[in-house]
């Protein structure tokens, strides 16, 4: 069989490639709109398939340069970094502080489940963590990064078992957050009080939350700023990772990650504006690269030995996240409609990606009212703070298992 190798150059090209066809597939097939599927994880998966129908009969395997996959993983959680602006949490109230709790307490109970499930199955425990909060809570991102993290420590195929497990969350999250809505409202003859989050009468839902208020709008002289922000966090980030390696076993990228929190709040409270909204719109781009860089680098054939952990593992976490959104998150942030709205995108977020969580909520407004509380606290927690508390739990299960 013929070995087809593609250096870093040649193989984003193939990436961006497959992404353009994902994203033209995301536009014109239902199932991929509704259920939020990431244009670069449909192109790759494709991808994917087309190579282990290649590679089984025996016609060509490829091997790809995985250079740029790092620079483009560790510019996105810089990013990410830069949004975790911690004087949101005191705005956005109690809410946001105890669903922001509860998303953490999600965060230990995947990894809890996965970890003793993997071993349950005779399995390094460290691939549970591959079935937990690293694809559930972390979405495909976190899985294209820490699977790969994983496996230079030793962990086998973790990275195509995070983001199958990642892909699944994704559907079963958008599966379960509307049917727990449905029911309290039901259940419970809740109603929605008609008022946007500026407190005016509205028929429509609210289906946006503006994040920051000291944005503008993209400019050419803002993007730029942006970058040498996120460059100079991740330059800055590669000397606190490695001090941070000398005490415990850390991904490359959670240091360009801590820079760019440290340097967003000490501006915050400068109050030096920062180019936010740029700042987003690059990190979006490094991870739409990354994960077309990491999902044609998957390698399905290696699920084989593995699918039947998988299915018990991830059905397990389903029903635990039914049980956990039905009751604790409804009860915790209310007991009201929005908190049965609140409870949908816990499900979308906690099992997917913050875009499957709004997408869950609109079906619920859609259909019952506006819900602005939720708008305004599942975006906040989704978008700027689980992340980063994620990527420490996951560590902290790194080197506990």
């Known amino acids: ?25 995301a536009k014109r097939v239902a199932f991929l709109r509704q259920y939020c599927i990431p244009a670069p994880v449909i192109g790759g998966l494709i991808f994917a398939v087309l190579h282990l129908g290649l590679r089984t009969a025996g016609i060509v395997e490829f091997e790809l ?26 705005k956005g109230g109690i809410g946001v502080v105890k669903f922001l709790i509860l998303a953490i307490v999600m965060c230990i109970l995947q990894d809890l489940v996965g970890g003793i499930g993997a071993r349950l199955f005779g399995l390094d425990p460290r691939i549970g963590l591959a079935m937990g909060s690293i694809p559930l809570v972390g ?17 086998a195929n973790a990275t195509t078992v995070a983001v199958a497990a ?15 809505a449905y029911g309290k409202i039901k259940k419970f003859g809740l109603h929605s009080l008609g008022v946007n989050v500026q407190g005016s ?37 590669t000397l606190v990772s490695m001090a941070l390696g000398q005490l415990i076993t850390l991904p490359g990228y959670i240091g360009a990650m801590i820079v760019g929190a440290v340097i967003r709040n000490v501006q915050e409270a400068r109050k030096v504006k920062m180019p936010m909204q740029e700042m987003g719109s690059l990190g979006n781009i490094c991870l739409s690269l990354f994960l077309g860089l990491a999902m044609i680098n998957l390698k399905l054939w290696q699920l084989v030995s ?34 049965a709205t609140i409870s949908s995108g816990f499900c979308g977020f906690g099992m997917g990606a913050t875009p499957n969580a709004m997408a869950n909520m ?40």
């Open 65 to 90: 340069d995985d250079t740029l996959q790092k620079v483009f993983m560790t510019a996105f959680f810089c990013s990410v970094g830069y949004m975790a602006a911690f004087g949101m949490l005191k």
């Open 139 to 155: 979405g495909h991102g976190t899985a294209g990064s820490f699977g790969p993290f994983l496996e230079e420590h030793g962990v």
């Open 201 to 237: 009468v509205e028929k429509r839902p609210t289906a946006t939350v503006e994040l920051s208020p000291d944005t503008d709008a993209l400019d050419e002289g803002n993007m730029m700023d942006a970058a040498l922000y996120i460059v100079i966090g991740v330059g800055l980030g």
């Open 1 to 25: 069989m013929q070995i087809l190798k593609l250096d870093m150059y040649q193989a984003l090209a193939l990436a961006v490639f497959m992404l353009l066809i994902g994203r033209e597939l």
């Open 306 to 339: 593995l699918a039947l952990p998988m299915i018990v593992i991830l059905l397990v976490q389903t029903v635990i996240m039914f049980l956990y959104a039905s009751y604790v998150v409804f009860n915790m942030m209310g007991h009201d409609y929005d908190a």
């Open 166 to 180: 990642a892909t699944y969350g994704l559907i079963s999250g958008c599966i379960i957050g509307g049917p727990i």
């Open 362 to 401: 609109q079906a619920i407004t859609n259909s019952y009212g506006p819900a602005p509380v939720a708008f305004m606290i599942v975006p906040l927690v989704g978008s700027l703070f689980i992340d980063f508390f994620n990527a420490g739990i996951i560590t902290t299960f790194m080197n506990l298992l």
